[in-house]
């Protein structure tokens, strides 16, 4: 549905040049709810921005739906817009407006009459679960009611895509939560392909089915949402991926004794990123008992990512080098995800 293909584009400004995307290329499949997270500055709005050409791309191609957006002409581009459904931080509503108006802004073009236009409007503030409040105006809703007037707005002309920017950064934690699910009923509902572009793991690990790592204008790493923070590969990923594991208690159970203990005596302490049903510590008193050795969970914690159990667990081992390094490669021989995070990783022998 959207088809980014090696594009670049730099900023030219008088302080110097700021290469904003460097060779992105992503695909968007359709009907499927794409992530695409970065730290602030990674590109992430300028990517958005170059999919409706509020940008232009200094390489590449950009299509949308099948249609070439960077080669479009200015009347095409205006009727390809109207499909291509937009929201943000902000909402951007007009303040004078009732609800009403908002959402019946974009129809303003369009070829129905008025009575229908009115039923449509209505249709979507039913959909948006504000039914009843299309007399009011922006200041007199929540941020989280703003927001579904600006997704119904953005819904008005049946669009083929939306392109969501830190839709739900202005909101609370719980709003944050009852926006994702109305975008996953719409995905759902009206077979709308959603692209999603948040700096927050809290948007992107419950509705996202794949997910892209925007780092410094490039693109670390794309794939299943379980996948990409199971296996994080980028640093920047990593960093993404710890904090949605590591907490307070994490970092408590790293101080403690025992931990140091295990580092002084020739052992070491790992954090591991189990995927599915192996995230337990059956595995790891499995993986004890066969290789001779002692480990022992220090700390765990399990997350959910779009409906895949992902674990991630820190175990002292303690035991013969030899062994330990037979059991460590084992783990990762299995897809575990393994780093030593205090103590040194034994090399195993050569024989
Ligand atoms: P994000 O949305 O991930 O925070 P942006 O796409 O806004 O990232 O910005 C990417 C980079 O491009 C940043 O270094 C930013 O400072 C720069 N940038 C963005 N917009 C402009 C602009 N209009 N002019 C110059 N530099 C810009
Ligand atoms: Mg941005």
Redesign the pocket.
């Known amino acids: 549905m959207i088809d980014i293909e090696n594009v670049s584009k730099t900023?030219r400004?008088p302080q110097g040049d700021?290469a904003?995307l460097r060779d992105v290329s992503l695909h968007v499949r359709s009907g499927e709810i794409f992530g695409a997270i970065?730290r602030?500055?990674?590109?992430?709005?300028?990517?958005i921005r170059c999919i409706n050409r509020l940008e232009t791309i200094d390489q590449g191609r950009i299509r949308v739906g099948g249609e070439e957006i960077t080669s479009m002409a200015e009347a095409e581009l205006r009727r390809k817009r109207r499909k291509i459904g937009m929201i943000f931080q902000h909402f951007h509503l007009l303040r004078n407006d009732t609800v009403r108006q908002n959402v019946a802004l974009p129809l303003r073009h369009s070829t129905l009459g008025r009575r229908e236009r009115a039923d449509k409007v209505h249709e979507l503030l039913d959909v948006v679960g504000l039914g009843d409040r299309a007399s009011a105006y922006p200041s007199q809703l929540s941020g989280g009611q703003r927001q579904r007037v600006a997704i119904a707005r953005a819904l008005a002309n049946d669009p083929e895509i939306l392109l969501c920017d830190e839709a739900t950064s202005a909101l609370d934690p719980e709003t944050t939560v009852s926006i994702l699910a109305l975008l996953r009923d719409v995905n759902r509902s009206l077979g709308l392909t959603i692209l999603l572009i948040t700096h927050e793991m809290s948007v992107v690990k419950d509705i996202c089915d794949r997910v892209a790592v925007?780092h410094a204008?490039e693109v670390a790493e794309v794939g299943t949402t379980a996948d990409v923070f199971a296996r994080p590969r980028h640093e920047a990923t990593q960093q993404f991926s710890r904090s949605l594991f590591d907490d307070d208690g994490a970092t408590a159970a790293l101080e403690t004794p025992l931990v140091e203990g295990i580092a002084a005596s020739g052992g070491f302490v790992a954090r591991l990123l189990f995927v599915g049903e192996e995230a337990n510590a059956a595995t790891i008193s499995r993986l004890s008992r066969s290789y001779g050795v002692d480990l022992s969970v220090v700390y765990g914690t399990v997350r959910v990512l779009h409906g895949v159990l992902v674990g991630c667990l820190y175990v002292a081992f303690d035991g013969p080098p030899d062994r330990l390094a037979a059991a460590a490669d084992d783990l990762r021989a299995r897809g575990v995800g393994l780093d030593v995070v205090a103590g040194t990783h034994p090399r195993r022998a050569v024989a």
């Open positions: 900023y400004t700021v904003a970065g602030s500055g990674s590109g992430k709005t300028t990517l925007l204008g």
